[in-house]
């Protein structure tokens, strides 16, 4: 699919809010997304666009795998499945990506080398620093990152990477520790 940077931009239109999820909605949609390597909504190309855009943000380290070890490709697909509204925004926003690393690099985003995709990446990660022609990429980009860490720590193994200890049952509540009572200011200093 060939996409010109404006048809691109006006795809674009729209990214920030129609790509937005709750972490609680996250939760519920990853566990009825299915654990397919075949996408359903995006391209092969896209989804290999997808899936090296994904693991850039969120690598593999000593504590856990990496976006695509952890499914999260496969999660944002069903994503667009799920959320219609977010679909043209998406496309857009890779189709963005693809004709910006074409017009500075001459190959597409997936083809340019790790130094180059980083060098674009970094002229849209950050909003405040970014020009205001990047504005739309820059829009996407911090939805797709949003998605991504949606996706990696909603999982089984995000969720124990980060050491949620929520729906556990106890049997005794301690209550707040005495130094956390004492910053809000509930607990003397000589009381224990």
């Not at 996250?26 to 075949?38: D, E, K, M």
């Amino acid at each position: 699919m060939s996409v010109d940077r404006r048809e691109a931009i006006r795809m674009l239109a729209g990214v920030s809010t129609a790509l937005a999820i709750t972490p609680a909605e996250a939760l519920t949609l990853r566990r009825l997304a299915p654990q397919a390597s075949v996408p359903q909504f995006f391209t092969a190309l896209e989804f290999r666009l997808v899936s090296l855009l994904a693991d850039m943000i969120l690598p593999a380290d000593e504590r856990s795998g990496s976006a695509t070890d952890l499914g999260v490709p496969e999660f944002i697909d069903f994503m667009m499945i799920d959320r219609p509204s977010g679909q043209v925004p998406m496309r857009g926003g890779l189709a963005w990506l693809d004709v910006e690393a074409q017009e500075r690099y001459g190959l597409a985003f997936v083809d340019s080398g790790d130094a180059e995709r980083r060098q674009l990446l970094d002229t849209i990660a950050w909003p405040e620093r970014a020009a205001a022609d990047l504005s739309h990429g820059v829009a996407f980009f911090n939805a797709f990152r949003d998605l991504v860490a949606t996706g990696f720590w909603t999982s089984k193994e995000g969720i124990e990477d980060i050491g949620y200890l929520g729906n556990r049952y106890r049997n005794s509540w301690p209550g707040c520790p005495p130094e956390q009572l004492r910053k809000l200011g509930l607990l003397g200093t000589d009381e224990a």
